[in-house]
């Protein structure tokens, strides 16, 4: 198949799972075709079915705002007829999925078909897509869609909570390779972060408020007192600055260390004992995957679709949102002691092995196929 797949470049979690996506169904034998403004993060290397679309934004002293959906959906309409483009996979629906609407309607008038597919991510549905400023626009073009996708049931409700929709959402899971993740610990950095073999707990996200980042500080914080212990962070964003200023001024500071935005996300969950993930909200939580994929338990909240990833009491365990003693009290639970430790990353391994790549990805051919 000829597959454009659209999505945001970034380090967020629904661009790394569009990325990997299209490099898998580029691994089957599919041509893939990238339609981004950047070159997606996780997209290195070469693959002779992969190719990448750039969206070339004009400026114009007229546009305050140049007008970015305009753009994409021209880029979706050249690359669809001089790629022979048979389907459009859009992740996240701001814009892409009205941006598409478009592009299907020029596509129609020259009487070509293209079916399009859109996959929820999470803020596109819970935080900005039901703004009244975005709204109208997103329920017409879900509702537009051939298809929509949602990464978990609970995402999958919550659209249906929040937006008139005439048509069904079919959930299918983010999706991990367990394999990758697979990774024996670099002893070197494992030496540099605990000297003293101390446990390392790892956060990593885009600092967003929604994730709550401060909490993972609170309850570092606790733990360190009870443990000798080290803090990763991993990623940036808007609330990077105030955390650091946090951090420098509290007692542990010389056991926290920022690593910013990094690609071998293997290597350091391979030297992390737990994960911690207190959001407010996540509708699946990827970075949770990831880790219980690398055998690293995950302490989180029971926030959005968390609980039908880290399962309470097996991968890891689940608090209510803002409550540091309990994040605390599950965490040491973990770490002061061996043999529990060993259940919890096994009870992690075995189920993040429930969403490996190879369950997940023929249920997107498969969709792909009803339209093909
Ligand atoms: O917060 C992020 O990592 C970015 C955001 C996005 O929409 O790009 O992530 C959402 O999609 C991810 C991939 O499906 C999910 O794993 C995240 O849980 C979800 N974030 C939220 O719901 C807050």
């Known amino acids: 198949m000829n597959i454009g797949i659209v999505c945001y470049p970034t380090f967020g979690g629904s661009g790394v799972l569009a990325t990997e996506l299209g490099k898998a169904l580029a691994d089957k034998g599919h041509n893939i075709h990238f339609i981004t ?10 693959n002779a079915n992969i190719f990448y679309h750039e969206v070339r934004v004009p400026t114009y ?31 996240y629906a701001i814009p892409h999925a009205s941006a598409a609407f478009m592009a299907k309607q020029i596509l129609a008038k020259r009487g070509i078909k293209i079916p399009v597919v859109t996959t929820l991510h999470g803020t ?7 703004d009244k400023t975005y709204s109208p626009v997103v329920t017409f073009s879900m509702n537009e869609s051939d298809a929509i996708t949602a990464v978990s049931k609970n995402l999958r409700d919550e659209t249906f909570r929040n937006f008139k929709m005439e048509k069904e959402i079919q959930v299918i899971y983010n999706f991990v390779d367990v394999k990758r993740f697979n990774r024996k610990p670099i002893d070197a950095f494992k030496k ?3 000297p003293a073999n101390e446990k390392i707990l790892l956060h990593a996200s885009n600092f967003r408020k929604v994730k709550r980042v401060e909490d993972v500080v609170k309850v570092f914080v606790k733990v360190n007192a009870e443990i000798p212990s080290k803090l990763l962070f991993v ?26 935005k ?12 737990v994960f911690l993930l207190p959001s407010e909200y996540e509708s699946f939580g990827l970075a949770a995957l990831e880790a219980m994929a690398a055998a690293v338990p995950v302490i989180s909240t029971n926030a959005g679709g968390l609980p039908e990833i880290n399962v309470n ?19 040491l639970h973990i770490l002061t002691d061996e043999k529990m430790l060993k259940k919890f990353k096994d009870g992690a ?10 369950n997940i990805v023929p249920e997107y051919e498969a969709l792909y196929n009803t339209f093909i």
């Open 61 to 91: 002293p007229l546009f305050d705002y140049p007008p970015y959906e305009t753009a994409l959906a021209s880029t979706m309409v050249d690359v669809i007829l001089k790629n022979n483009v048979q389907l459009l996979h859009v992740h």
């Open 235 to 260: 990623g940036d964003g808007p609330e990077r600055p105030y955390i650091e200023t946090l951090c420098r001024e509290s007692e542990v500071c010389n056991d926290i260390r920022f690593l910013g």
């Open 262 to 273: 990094q690609e071998q996300m293997e290597d350091i969950l391979a030297i992390s004992d």
């Open 192 to 194: 540099v972060i605990a």
């Open 124 to 130: 596109d549905i819970t935080l900005v897509g039901k």
């Open 349 to 358: 391994l075995a189920h993040a092995n429930k969403f490996d790549i190879n």
């Open 37 to 46: 403004y950047q070159q997606p993060v996780r997209l290195s290397g070469f």
């Open 313 to 331: 009491g097996v991968s890891g365990f689940l608090s209510n949102v803002g409550d540091i003693d309990d994040m605390c009290k599950n965490a």
